[in-house]
């Protein structure tokens, strides 16, 4: 029986690389005067539920990554996805097994509530859950026939709860009711990741180019818990721009408070 506390029994990892097609080098991009990989990882920080790294193929993102005083571990560069690369770190940061749940948080997702992060380890209270991950309702009509955002089809299970029965980039389900915005965070029971990364990638998950059906295909169960708002992924110059104004303002609103307590 393991003796160590829940924040000891679950890793946040954050995979990061350099080689983004669409914005080179985005990991240390200035966002609010620091590398955006590094305010990601003070945002998973403030979520306290567990400890931080940093897994990466990059030095000079662990370079950044640990003069801000957070983890970082090295992974080879051929990784095909970032579930393998938080799998290689884990099995470095954590060979005798103390962790049970490995949070796996996008790196570029500067503006990410840390509410949002612990959100997602609401389903695995219920013990069947393998994966969880998180949605939110599609409020934009644009985004209910946009490809490139993912929708879950699920069951509600509970109160801002459902159980995943499919992913896709149709606009799915059909009929009167709400569509939700997948959000790509997840939190994996550690045998469940260990598994997910031996499969190999399934049919339905190269038709739709979407990893998280390699799971549902192969009969594991992913719950998703519904959150209010999509965390701003950066993934293009504009994106970086919207980032940097959310964080000015948040800054704004943060020394606006302060100012008003000081005597």
């Not at 097994?97 to 840390?114: F, K, S, W, Y």
């Not at 708002?229 to 704004?252: C, F, M, S, W, Y």
Request: with cysteine; proline share 7%; aromatic share 4%.
């Amino acid at each position: 029986m393991s003796h160590a506390t829940p924040s000891e029994r679950v890793l946040v990892l954050i995979p990061a690389r350099m080689a983004a097609t669409r914005l080179p080098g985005k990991p240390l991009a200035d966002v609010g005067g620091r590398p955006m990989i590094v305010e990601v990882a003070r945002r998973a920080a403030a979520a306290a539920i567990g400890r931080v790294a940093v897994a990466t193929d990059s030095e000079e993102i662990a370079v950044a990554v640990r003069a801000a005083g957070f983890a970082a571990v090295l992974t080879r560069a051929d990784h095909p996805s970032g579930s393998d690369r938080i799998f290689e770190a884990l099995g470095a940061l954590d060979p005798d097994g103390t962790v049970d749940v490995v949070v796996n948080v996008q790196g570029d997702l500067p503006t990410i509530a840390p509410a949002t992060i612990r959100r997602a380890l609401a389903p695995l209270a219920e013990p069947a859950v393998d994966i969880a991950t998180l949605c939110a309702e599609i409020v934009e009509e644009e985004e209910r026939t946009d490809p490139n955002v993912v929708k879950v089809v699920g069951s509600p299970v509970a109160n801002d709860l459902l159980r995943a029965l499919y992913f896709t980039r149709a606009t799915a389900p059909h009929g009167a009711g709400p569509l939700y915005h997948h959000i790509g965070l997840y939190a994996y029971r550690r045998p469940a990741l260990a598994r997910f990364v031996a499969l190999a990638p399934s049919v339905l998950e190269q038709r739709e180019k979407l990893e998280q059906l390699r799971a549902l295909e192969a009969g594991m169960r992913i719950d998703v818990a519904v959150v209010d708002t999509v965390p701003l992924g950066v993934d293009t110059q504009a994106h970086l721009d919207r980032a940097r104004a959310i964080l000015a303002r948040e800054k704004a609103e943060q020394d606006g408070r302060t100012e008003v307590r000081t005597p």
